[in-house]
Protein backbone atom coordinates (compact mmCIF):
# COMPACT_ATOMS: atom_id res chain seq x y z
CA UNK A 1 0.00 0.00 0.00
CA UNK A 2 0.95 3.43 -1.11
CA UNK A 3 1.04 5.37 2.59
CA UNK A 4 3.01 2.02 4.50
CA UNK A 5 5.67 2.50 1.96
CA UNK A 6 6.27 5.89 2.60
CA UNK A 7 6.09 6.64 5.54
CA UNK A 8 9.08 6.41 8.09
CA UNK A 9 8.96 5.50 11.67
CA UNK A 10 9.70 9.16 14.24
CA UNK A 11 9.92 8.22 17.95
CA UNK A 12 9.63 12.06 19.46
CA UNK A 13 9.94 11.87 22.82
CA UNK A 14 8.19 13.63 24.90
CA UNK A 15 10.60 14.68 27.35
CA UNK A 16 12.56 16.42 24.68
CA UNK A 17 8.91 17.93 23.17
CA UNK A 18 8.15 19.67 26.10
CA UNK A 19 11.23 20.74 27.27
CA UNK A 20 11.66 22.84 24.17
CA UNK A 21 9.37 26.04 24.29
CA UNK A 22 7.88 28.12 21.27
CA UNK A 23 8.91 28.38 17.84
CA UNK A 24 11.92 25.83 18.48
CA UNK A 25 9.06 22.76 18.90
CA UNK A 26 6.87 24.05 16.25
CA UNK A 27 9.85 23.95 13.96
CA UNK A 28 11.03 20.35 15.37
CA UNK A 29 7.24 19.54 14.78
CA UNK A 30 7.27 20.61 11.31
CA UNK A 31 10.60 18.92 10.42
CA UNK A 32 9.28 15.77 11.12
CA UNK A 33 5.94 15.82 10.17
CA UNK A 34 3.68 14.53 8.37
CA UNK A 35 1.19 11.71 7.75
CA UNK A 36 -1.26 11.35 4.44
CA UNK A 37 -3.74 13.92 3.74
CA UNK A 38 -6.95 11.29 3.44
CA UNK A 39 -7.60 10.26 0.16
CA UNK A 40 -10.58 11.48 -1.18
CA UNK A 41 -13.97 10.03 -0.17
CA UNK A 42 -15.18 7.70 -3.21
CA UNK A 43 -18.36 7.41 -4.41
CA UNK A 44 -19.07 4.28 -2.31
CA UNK A 45 -18.37 5.77 0.93
CA UNK A 46 -21.52 6.99 2.53
CA UNK A 47 -24.92 7.66 0.82
CA UNK A 48 -26.49 11.10 0.59
CA UNK A 49 -27.01 13.67 2.20
CA UNK A 50 -30.50 13.15 0.97
CA UNK A 51 -33.39 15.40 -0.23
CA UNK A 52 -35.93 13.77 2.55
CA UNK A 53 -34.10 10.98 4.55
CA UNK A 54 -36.29 9.55 7.44
CA UNK A 55 -35.16 7.08 10.10
CA UNK A 56 -38.03 5.13 11.14
CA UNK A 57 -38.83 3.68 14.35
CA UNK A 58 -35.75 4.50 16.31
CA UNK A 59 -35.56 4.66 20.36
CA UNK A 60 -33.83 8.81 20.41
CA UNK A 61 -31.33 9.57 23.37
CA UNK A 62 -31.20 13.31 22.92
CA UNK A 63 -27.70 14.04 24.39
CA UNK A 64 -29.47 16.24 26.59
CA UNK A 65 -29.83 13.71 29.20
CA UNK A 66 -33.57 13.25 29.15
CA UNK A 67 -34.36 9.94 29.38
CA UNK A 68 -34.59 7.60 26.05
CA UNK A 69 -38.01 7.88 23.84
CA UNK A 70 -39.29 5.84 21.22
CA UNK A 71 -40.85 5.09 18.35
CA UNK A 72 -39.38 8.09 16.62
CA UNK A 73 -39.63 9.00 13.53
CA UNK A 74 -36.56 11.79 12.46
CA UNK A 75 -36.70 14.05 9.26
CA UNK A 76 -33.59 14.87 7.35
CA UNK A 77 -33.31 17.12 4.62
CA UNK A 78 -30.20 17.69 3.40
CA UNK A 79 -27.76 17.93 6.14
CA UNK A 80 -29.74 19.18 9.01
CA UNK A 81 -32.87 17.11 11.18
CA UNK A 82 -35.98 19.19 10.19
CA UNK A 83 -38.57 17.21 12.32
CA UNK A 84 -38.69 14.58 15.18
CA UNK A 85 -41.67 12.86 15.46
CA UNK A 86 -43.26 10.41 18.27
CA UNK A 87 -45.02 8.04 16.35
CA UNK A 88 -46.43 5.40 18.83
CA UNK A 89 -45.85 3.56 22.27
CA UNK A 90 -43.64 0.32 23.01
CA UNK A 91 -45.57 -3.06 22.44
CA UNK A 92 -48.49 -1.54 20.01
CA UNK A 93 -48.40 -1.10 16.32
CA UNK A 94 -47.25 1.97 14.71
CA UNK A 95 -50.02 4.42 13.51
CA UNK A 96 -48.29 5.26 9.76
CA UNK A 97 -51.22 7.50 9.02
CA UNK A 98 -49.34 9.57 11.79
CA UNK A 99 -45.78 9.28 10.48
CA UNK A 100 -44.04 11.76 8.35
CA UNK A 101 -43.97 10.83 4.67
CA UNK A 102 -42.76 12.20 1.47
CA UNK A 103 -39.49 10.41 2.36
CA UNK A 104 -37.01 10.02 -0.69
CA UNK A 105 -35.00 8.01 1.26
CA UNK A 106 -35.44 5.65 4.29
CA UNK A 107 -33.47 3.63 7.11
CA UNK A 108 -35.52 1.08 9.33
CA UNK A 109 -34.34 1.57 12.64
CA UNK A 110 -37.33 0.02 14.64
CA UNK A 111 -35.69 -1.31 17.72
CA UNK A 112 -32.66 0.33 17.30
CA UNK A 113 -31.19 3.11 19.12
CA UNK A 114 -30.60 7.01 17.90
CA UNK A 115 -27.85 9.11 19.53
CA UNK A 116 -26.23 12.64 18.60
CA UNK A 117 -22.93 12.31 17.21
CA UNK A 118 -19.84 11.68 19.36
CA UNK A 119 -17.76 14.67 20.42
CA UNK A 120 -14.05 13.66 21.39
CA UNK A 121 -12.65 16.70 22.51
CA UNK A 122 -8.87 15.46 23.30
CA UNK A 123 -8.23 13.72 19.18
CA UNK A 124 -4.90 13.67 17.81
CA UNK A 125 -4.96 12.81 14.31
CA UNK A 126 -2.28 10.08 14.02
CA UNK A 127 1.19 11.23 13.59
CA UNK A 128 4.64 9.98 11.82
CA UNK A 129 6.21 8.15 15.12
CA UNK A 130 3.34 5.91 14.94
CA UNK A 131 3.23 5.45 11.23
CA UNK A 132 -1.01 6.12 11.50
CA UNK A 133 -2.25 7.48 8.60
CA UNK A 134 -5.39 10.05 8.50
CA UNK A 135 -7.40 7.77 6.73
CA UNK A 136 -6.86 4.82 9.58
CA UNK A 137 -7.01 7.56 12.53
CA UNK A 138 -10.44 8.82 10.82
CA UNK A 139 -11.98 5.84 9.92
CA UNK A 140 -11.39 4.25 13.09
CA UNK A 141 -13.38 7.17 14.88
CA UNK A 142 -16.17 7.52 12.40
CA UNK A 143 -17.03 3.51 13.29
CA UNK A 144 -17.75 4.11 16.64
CA UNK A 145 -19.77 7.36 15.79
CA UNK A 146 -16.97 10.05 16.75
CA UNK A 147 -18.24 12.25 14.19
CA UNK A 148 -16.46 15.74 15.95
CA UNK A 149 -12.80 15.64 17.26
CA UNK A 150 -10.80 18.55 18.33
CA UNK A 151 -7.29 18.23 17.47
CA UNK A 152 -5.14 19.14 20.71
CA UNK A 153 -1.83 20.60 19.15
CA UNK A 154 -2.42 20.37 15.40
CA UNK A 155 0.69 18.04 15.95
CA UNK A 156 0.89 17.25 12.14
CA UNK A 157 1.50 21.03 11.14
CA UNK A 158 -1.30 24.29 11.05
CA UNK A 159 -1.50 24.50 7.06
CA UNK A 160 -1.89 20.10 7.15
CA UNK A 161 -4.75 20.41 9.86
CA UNK A 162 -6.21 23.20 8.64
CA UNK A 163 -6.53 21.76 4.58
CA UNK A 164 -8.14 18.51 6.44
CA UNK A 165 -10.69 20.59 8.58
CA UNK A 166 -12.01 22.10 5.16
CA UNK A 167 -12.08 19.15 3.20
CA UNK A 168 -13.96 17.37 6.17
CA UNK A 169 -16.27 20.50 6.05
CA UNK A 170 -16.69 20.10 2.35
CA UNK A 171 -17.27 16.19 3.15
CA UNK A 172 -14.67 15.61 0.35
CA UNK A 173 -12.89 12.99 3.01
CA UNK A 174 -14.45 10.12 5.22
CA UNK A 175 -13.49 11.79 8.65
CA UNK A 176 -15.02 13.53 11.72
CA UNK A 177 -15.48 17.43 11.42
CA UNK A 178 -12.16 18.88 12.96
CA UNK A 179 -12.05 21.76 15.18
CA UNK A 180 -7.98 22.70 15.32
CA UNK A 181 -6.23 24.08 18.36
CA UNK A 182 -2.68 24.52 18.03
CA UNK A 183 0.76 24.70 20.00
CA UNK A 184 1.97 27.72 21.47
CA UNK A 185 4.66 28.97 18.42
CA UNK A 186 3.72 26.44 15.97
CA UNK A 187 3.94 27.32 12.27
CA UNK A 188 5.22 30.83 13.25
CA UNK A 189 8.28 32.29 12.06
CA UNK A 190 8.51 35.52 14.19
CA UNK A 191 11.05 34.11 16.47
CA UNK A 192 10.52 32.90 19.88
CA UNK A 193 7.75 33.57 22.33
CA UNK A 194 9.57 35.09 25.69
CA UNK A 195 7.29 38.43 25.99
CA UNK A 196 3.88 38.85 26.55
CA UNK A 197 3.87 40.63 23.34
CA UNK A 198 4.89 38.01 21.06
CA UNK A 199 2.46 35.73 22.53
CA UNK A 200 0.11 38.38 21.45
CA UNK A 201 1.55 38.74 17.86
CA UNK A 202 1.22 34.76 17.74
CA UNK A 203 -2.39 34.80 19.25
CA UNK A 204 -3.14 37.12 15.94
CA UNK A 205 -0.82 35.47 13.15
CA UNK A 206 -2.95 32.15 14.62
CA UNK A 207 -6.23 34.04 14.26
CA UNK A 208 -5.89 35.06 10.71
CA UNK A 209 -5.01 31.38 9.19
CA UNK A 210 -8.54 30.51 10.83
CA UNK A 211 -7.41 27.94 13.70
CA UNK A 212 -9.93 27.12 15.92
CA UNK A 213 -8.22 27.64 19.44
CA UNK A 214 -4.93 27.06 21.13
CA UNK A 215 -3.22 24.55 23.01
CA UNK A 216 -1.57 25.69 25.64
CA UNK A 217 1.44 24.12 28.00
CA UNK A 218 3.19 25.74 31.44
CA UNK A 219 3.97 28.67 30.36
CA UNK A 220 5.30 31.43 32.52
CA UNK A 221 2.25 33.12 33.97
CA UNK A 222 2.44 36.77 32.07
CA UNK A 223 2.91 34.37 29.03
CA UNK A 224 -0.38 32.49 29.39
CA UNK A 225 -2.39 35.57 30.57
CA UNK A 226 -0.92 37.26 27.45
CA UNK A 227 -2.25 34.10 25.28
CA UNK A 228 -5.46 33.90 26.70
CA UNK A 229 -6.62 37.43 26.78
CA UNK A 230 -5.28 37.75 23.23
CA UNK A 231 -7.27 34.50 22.09
CA UNK A 232 -10.44 35.53 23.66
CA UNK A 233 -10.55 38.64 21.87
CA UNK A 234 -10.55 36.97 18.77
CA UNK A 235 -13.10 34.42 19.55
CA UNK A 236 -10.13 31.40 20.02
CA UNK A 237 -10.57 28.71 22.62
CA UNK A 238 -8.51 27.74 24.63
CA UNK A 239 -6.94 24.21 26.27
CA UNK A 240 -4.03 23.69 28.25
CA UNK A 241 -1.94 20.47 29.66
CA UNK A 242 -0.54 22.09 32.98
CA UNK A 243 2.64 19.77 33.56
CA UNK A 244 4.68 19.42 36.29
CA UNK A 245 7.26 22.06 34.99
CA UNK A 246 4.69 24.78 35.65
CA UNK A 247 2.10 24.25 37.74
CA UNK A 248 4.34 25.44 40.87
CA UNK A 249 3.68 28.87 39.49
CA UNK A 250 0.19 28.13 37.69
CA UNK A 251 -2.26 25.70 38.96
CA UNK A 252 -5.54 25.00 36.82
CA UNK A 253 -7.74 27.28 39.50
CA UNK A 254 -4.90 29.76 38.70
CA UNK A 255 -4.99 29.26 34.72
CA UNK A 256 -8.74 29.39 35.23
CA UNK A 257 -9.01 32.80 36.76
CA UNK A 258 -7.12 34.26 34.05
CA UNK A 259 -9.94 32.66 31.65
CA UNK A 260 -8.58 29.54 30.10
CA UNK A 261 -11.29 27.99 28.53
CA UNK A 262 -10.71 23.67 29.63
CA UNK A 263 -7.79 21.50 30.51
CA UNK A 264 -7.15 18.62 29.87
CA UNK A 265 -6.51 15.04 31.62
CA UNK A 266 -5.98 16.48 35.33
CA UNK A 267 -2.39 17.73 35.83
CA UNK A 268 -3.22 21.04 37.94
CA UNK A 269 -6.40 20.30 39.76
CA UNK A 270 -4.17 18.19 42.90
CA UNK A 271 -1.58 21.19 42.98
CA UNK A 272 -4.87 23.68 43.18
CA UNK A 273 -6.03 21.30 46.44
CA UNK A 274 -2.40 20.91 48.20
CA UNK A 275 -2.80 22.36 52.24
CA UNK A 276 0.56 21.80 53.42
CA UNK A 277 3.01 21.78 50.68
CA UNK A 278 3.18 24.10 47.83
CA UNK A 279 4.78 21.55 45.12
CA UNK A 280 3.69 17.79 44.97
CA UNK A 281 6.26 15.81 47.21
CA UNK A 282 8.37 14.12 44.55
CA UNK A 283 10.85 11.58 44.82
CA UNK A 284 14.70 13.22 45.31
CA UNK A 285 16.11 11.83 42.87
CA UNK A 286 13.01 12.82 40.60
CA UNK A 287 13.63 13.85 36.73
CA UNK A 288 10.94 14.92 34.33
CA UNK A 289 12.21 13.65 31.38
CA UNK A 290 12.59 10.20 32.78
CA UNK A 291 9.18 8.91 31.47
CA UNK A 292 8.76 6.31 34.46
CA UNK A 293 9.75 8.91 37.31
CA UNK A 294 7.04 11.46 35.16
CA UNK A 295 4.15 8.70 35.52
CA UNK A 296 5.27 6.87 38.55
CA UNK A 297 5.03 9.81 40.31
CA UNK A 298 2.18 11.35 38.82
CA UNK A 299 -0.16 8.34 40.27
CA UNK A 300 1.41 9.01 43.81
CA UNK A 301 -0.25 12.89 43.54
CA UNK A 302 -4.29 13.01 43.92
CA UNK A 303 -3.50 11.52 48.16
CA UNK A 304 -1.29 14.52 48.77
CA UNK A 305 -4.33 16.78 48.06
CA UNK A 306 -7.12 17.81 50.52
CA UNK A 307 -9.48 15.11 51.40
CA UNK A 308 -13.11 14.90 49.16
CA UNK A 309 -15.28 16.98 50.55
CA UNK A 310 -12.90 18.93 52.60
CA UNK A 311 -13.63 22.99 52.97
CA UNK A 312 -10.30 23.12 50.23
CA UNK A 313 -11.97 20.83 48.16
CA UNK A 314 -15.56 22.09 47.56
CA UNK A 315 -14.13 26.02 47.53
CA UNK A 316 -11.96 24.96 44.32
CA UNK A 317 -14.79 23.35 42.75
CA UNK A 318 -17.11 26.31 43.59
CA UNK A 319 -14.07 28.71 41.69
CA UNK A 320 -13.97 26.99 39.28
CA UNK A 321 -17.90 26.80 38.86
CA UNK A 322 -17.89 30.10 38.83
CA UNK A 323 -15.71 30.78 36.44
CA UNK A 324 -17.20 28.30 33.77
CA UNK A 325 -14.43 26.01 33.51
CA UNK A 326 -14.34 22.97 31.33
CA UNK A 327 -12.32 19.28 32.26
CA UNK A 328 -11.54 16.44 29.64
CA UNK A 329 -10.66 14.33 31.67
CA UNK A 330 -9.08 12.04 29.21
CA UNK A 331 -9.61 9.25 31.76
CA UNK A 332 -8.50 6.10 29.24
CA UNK A 333 -5.20 7.41 28.10
CA UNK A 334 -4.00 6.77 32.02
CA UNK A 335 -5.67 3.33 32.59
CA UNK A 336 -2.82 1.77 31.59
CA UNK A 337 -0.79 2.67 34.60
CA UNK A 338 -3.42 0.67 37.21
CA UNK A 339 -3.32 -1.97 34.66
CA UNK A 340 -1.77 -2.48 31.73
CA UNK A 341 -1.58 -6.22 31.21
CA UNK A 342 -5.44 -5.15 30.29
CA UNK A 343 -4.67 -1.98 27.94
CA UNK A 344 -1.79 -4.32 26.22
CA UNK A 345 -4.41 -7.08 25.67
CA UNK A 346 -7.35 -5.74 24.59
CA UNK A 347 -9.28 -7.58 22.02
CA UNK A 348 -8.52 -4.91 19.02
CA UNK A 349 -5.43 -4.85 18.66
CA UNK A 350 -4.84 -7.95 16.62
CA UNK A 351 -7.00 -7.13 13.86
CA UNK A 352 -6.93 -3.06 14.40
CA UNK A 353 -3.85 -2.02 15.46
CA UNK A 354 -1.25 -1.55 12.97
CA UNK A 355 2.28 -3.04 13.47
CA UNK A 356 3.86 0.17 13.47
CA UNK A 357 1.20 1.33 16.25
CA UNK A 358 2.39 -1.49 18.18
CA UNK A 359 6.10 -1.01 17.97
CA UNK A 360 5.50 2.67 18.75
CA UNK A 361 3.85 1.24 21.94
CA UNK A 362 6.27 -0.78 23.51
CA UNK A 363 8.65 -0.34 26.10
CA UNK A 364 10.97 2.61 25.55
CA UNK A 365 13.33 5.03 27.29
CA UNK A 366 12.92 7.57 24.47
CA UNK A 367 9.51 7.22 23.56
CA UNK A 368 6.58 8.97 25.35
CA UNK A 369 4.27 6.94 27.35
CA UNK A 370 6.33 4.08 26.52
CA UNK A 371 7.41 3.84 29.96
CA UNK A 372 7.00 -0.05 31.34
CA UNK A 373 10.52 -0.46 31.54
CA UNK A 374 10.01 -0.62 35.20
CA UNK A 375 6.70 -0.66 35.75
CA UNK A 376 5.73 -2.46 39.22
CA UNK A 377 2.85 -3.56 40.73
CA UNK A 378 2.85 -1.01 43.72
CA UNK A 379 2.38 1.35 40.55
CA UNK A 380 -0.41 -0.01 39.45
CA UNK A 381 -2.14 -0.03 43.10
CA UNK A 382 -1.05 3.91 43.36
CA UNK A 383 -2.64 4.43 40.48
CA UNK A 384 -5.71 2.74 41.12
CA UNK A 385 -6.04 4.68 44.10
CA UNK A 386 -5.20 7.87 42.31
CA UNK A 387 -8.05 7.42 39.94
CA UNK A 388 -10.51 6.62 42.85
CA UNK A 389 -9.86 9.87 44.01
CA UNK A 390 -9.01 11.39 40.98
CA UNK A 391 -13.01 10.31 39.88
CA UNK A 392 -14.09 11.56 42.84
CA UNK A 393 -13.49 15.03 41.53
CA UNK A 394 -14.07 15.02 38.80
CA UNK A 395 -18.17 13.16 39.64
CA UNK A 396 -18.15 15.93 42.34
CA UNK A 397 -17.70 18.79 39.86
CA UNK A 398 -20.53 17.27 37.53
CA UNK A 399 -22.90 16.87 40.17
CA UNK A 400 -22.38 20.90 41.19
CA UNK A 401 -23.56 21.77 37.63
CA UNK A 402 -19.69 21.80 36.06
CA UNK A 403 -19.08 20.74 32.51
CA UNK A 404 -17.19 17.21 31.68
CA UNK A 405 -16.26 16.69 28.45
CA UNK A 406 -15.11 12.97 26.91
CA UNK A 407 -11.17 13.04 25.30
CA UNK A 408 -9.49 9.91 24.60
CA UNK A 409 -5.94 11.36 23.31
CA UNK A 410 -5.71 7.64 22.04
CA UNK A 411 -2.09 6.80 19.98
CA UNK A 412 -0.10 6.02 22.79
CA UNK A 413 -0.25 4.01 26.07
CA UNK A 414 -1.78 1.01 24.38
CA UNK A 415 -5.00 3.00 23.68
CA UNK A 416 -6.67 2.84 20.20
CA UNK A 417 -8.39 5.71 18.50
CA UNK A 418 -11.97 4.71 18.30
CA UNK A 419 -12.21 1.68 20.63
CA UNK A 420 -10.60 3.67 23.31
CA UNK A 421 -13.05 6.81 22.95
CA UNK A 422 -15.96 4.21 24.34
CA UNK A 423 -13.58 2.92 27.24
CA UNK A 424 -13.79 6.48 28.09
CA UNK A 425 -17.61 7.01 28.26
CA UNK A 426 -17.07 3.37 30.66
CA UNK A 427 -14.50 4.72 32.68
CA UNK A 428 -16.83 8.16 33.00
CA UNK A 429 -19.37 5.71 34.57
CA UNK A 430 -17.17 3.88 36.96
CA UNK A 431 -16.49 7.58 38.37
CA UNK A 432 -19.99 7.80 38.85
CA UNK A 433 -21.91 9.13 36.10
CA UNK A 434 -25.72 7.79 34.84
CA UNK A 435 -25.15 6.41 31.09
CA UNK A 436 -27.13 9.31 30.31
CA UNK A 437 -24.87 12.06 31.98
CA UNK A 438 -22.19 9.69 30.04
CA UNK A 439 -23.75 10.44 26.96
CA UNK A 440 -24.60 14.29 27.65
CA UNK A 441 -20.81 14.58 28.48
CA UNK A 442 -19.99 12.68 25.02
CA UNK A 443 -22.18 14.83 23.12
CA UNK A 444 -24.32 18.49 24.48
CA UNK A 445 -20.99 19.22 26.69
CA UNK A 446 -18.70 19.02 24.10
CA UNK A 447 -20.52 20.71 21.58
CA UNK A 448 -21.26 24.05 24.35
CA UNK A 449 -17.53 24.04 24.62
CA UNK A 450 -16.54 23.92 20.93
CA UNK A 451 -19.10 26.80 20.25
CA UNK A 452 -18.81 29.23 22.79
CA UNK A 453 -15.44 30.64 22.45
CA UNK A 454 -16.95 31.43 19.13
CA UNK A 455 -20.24 33.26 20.73
CA UNK A 456 -22.15 30.64 18.52
CA UNK A 457 -25.15 28.58 19.34
CA UNK A 458 -24.19 25.16 19.07
CA UNK A 459 -24.96 23.50 15.28
CA UNK A 460 -25.26 19.56 16.72
CA UNK A 461 -24.69 17.82 20.10
CA UNK A 462 -28.09 17.06 20.67
CA UNK A 463 -31.15 15.77 18.41
CA UNK A 464 -33.44 18.97 17.45
CA UNK A 465 -35.04 20.31 14.43
CA UNK A 466 -32.54 22.98 13.25
CA UNK A 467 -29.46 20.62 14.06
CA UNK A 468 -27.09 19.29 11.60
CA UNK A 469 -27.44 15.80 11.24
CA UNK A 470 -24.74 14.27 12.97
CA UNK A 471 -26.22 11.10 14.32
CA UNK A 472 -25.17 7.33 16.01
CA UNK A 473 -27.69 4.73 15.20
CA UNK A 474 -26.96 1.27 17.38
CA UNK A 475 -28.30 -1.85 17.43
CA UNK A 476 -29.18 -2.47 21.38
CA UNK A 477 -29.03 0.31 24.34
CA UNK A 478 -26.10 2.22 25.10
CA UNK A 479 -27.73 3.28 28.44
CA UNK A 480 -27.89 -0.44 29.26
CA UNK A 481 -24.58 -1.49 28.35
CA UNK A 482 -22.10 1.08 26.83
CA UNK A 483 -19.72 -2.21 25.88
CA UNK A 484 -22.59 -2.46 22.91
CA UNK A 485 -20.35 0.79 21.28
CA UNK A 486 -17.09 -1.11 20.38
CA UNK A 487 -16.23 -2.11 17.48
CA UNK A 488 -15.85 -5.48 18.62
CA UNK A 489 -18.98 -5.51 19.95
CA UNK A 490 -19.33 -7.62 23.74
CA UNK A 491 -20.20 -10.97 24.30
CA UNK A 492 -23.49 -12.35 25.13
CA UNK A 493 -25.30 -16.03 25.26
CA UNK A 494 -28.35 -16.75 23.27
CA UNK A 495 -30.74 -18.59 24.61
CA UNK A 496 -32.47 -19.49 22.33
CA UNK A 497 -29.14 -21.74 20.76
CA UNK A 498 -26.98 -21.63 23.52
CA UNK A 499 -24.29 -20.14 21.57
CA UNK A 500 -21.86 -17.44 22.08
CA UNK A 501 -22.47 -14.58 19.90
CA UNK A 502 -20.78 -11.55 19.88
CA UNK A 503 -23.22 -8.17 19.79
CA UNK A 504 -23.29 -4.55 19.55
CA UNK A 505 -21.24 -2.31 17.23
CA UNK A 506 -22.90 1.03 15.83
CA UNK A 507 -24.54 0.48 12.54
CA UNK A 508 -24.24 3.47 11.01
CA UNK A 509 -22.53 6.98 11.53
CA UNK A 510 -24.43 10.07 10.01
CA UNK A 511 -22.48 13.25 9.32
CA UNK A 512 -24.05 15.72 7.76
CA UNK A 513 -26.44 13.78 6.52
CA UNK A 514 -24.31 11.36 5.04
CA UNK A 515 -25.16 7.69 6.10
CA UNK A 516 -21.90 5.30 6.72
CA UNK A 517 -21.90 2.43 7.36
CA UNK A 518 -19.90 1.77 10.69
CA UNK A 519 -18.85 -2.01 9.99
CA UNK A 520 -17.38 -1.38 6.49
CA UNK A 521 -15.61 1.16 7.99
CA UNK A 522 -14.14 -1.11 10.81
CA UNK A 523 -13.83 -3.92 7.58
CA UNK A 524 -11.41 -0.91 6.01
CA UNK A 525 -9.23 -0.23 8.90
CA UNK A 526 -8.79 -4.19 9.43
CA UNK A 527 -7.91 -4.49 5.54
CA UNK A 528 -5.35 -1.72 6.10
CA UNK A 529 -3.74 -3.71 8.51
CA UNK A 530 -3.42 -6.93 7.11
CA UNK A 531 -1.86 -5.48 4.29
CA UNK A 532 0.76 -3.59 6.34
CA UNK A 533 1.58 -6.47 8.16
CA UNK A 534 2.00 -8.61 5.19
CA UNK A 535 4.00 -6.15 3.18
CA UNK A 536 6.24 -6.35 6.93
CA UNK A 537 6.74 -10.07 6.25
CA UNK A 538 7.43 -9.32 2.38
CA UNK A 539 10.00 -7.06 3.40
CA UNK A 540 11.10 -9.62 6.08
CA UNK A 541 11.76 -11.96 3.24
CA UNK A 542 9.18 -14.57 5.00
Same mark, same amino acid.
Not at 113 to 125: Q, S
Not at 198 to 205: G, L, N
Not at 295 to 299: D, H, L, P, R
Not at 474 to 486: F, T
Given at each position: ???IRT???F????S???????? @?????I?? +????????????DE?????E????R?????????????G???I????N???????V???????? /???????????L????M? $????????? @???GG???G?????V???W???????V????S???V /???? =?E?????????????I?S??????G??G???? %??E????????L??KG???????S???E?? @?A??D???K???G #??A?L????V?R???????????????????????????R?V?????????????HR??? @??R??????PR?? +??????????? +?L???? %????????A???V???????W? /???? =?P??W??YQ? #????????????????????R?????????V?????R??? $???G??S????KL??????? +???? =?Q???????E $??RSAT???A????????????????R????AD??V?????????????G?????VN???G?V?? $?????Y???D????????????V?LM??E?K?????????
Open positions: MRWLAVVIPLLATAVSGN @ALSQQQE +EETVLHAPDRRPGEGPFRLIIGATVIDGTGAPPRPMDVIEGRIVEVRSGVPGLPIN /DENRPGGATREDAHGY $VLPGFIDTH @AHIRAQTPAEYYKLMAHGVTTRDPGGNG /DWTL =LRERSARNEIVAPRFYVWTGMWDGPIH %TPAARRWVRWANADGLKLRHDPIM @ALIEARHEL #SQHGQEGAMNALDAARLGLGSMEHWYGLPEALLVDTQDFRYDYNYNDEYFAE @AGLWKQAAGS +ERWNAVIDDLL +EGFTI %TPTLTIYENRDQRARDANH /DTYT =LSLRFP #SRGSHGSYWFHWTTQDEIEWRNFRIWMSFNDYKNGGR $VTTSDGFIYYGFDYIR +ELEL =LEAGFHPL $VILCGRTLHEPKGKPIEFGIIPGMLLVVERSPIQDLKVLYTGTVRDETEEQ $VGGVETIKGIVYDARQLLADAVEAAEEWAAAGR
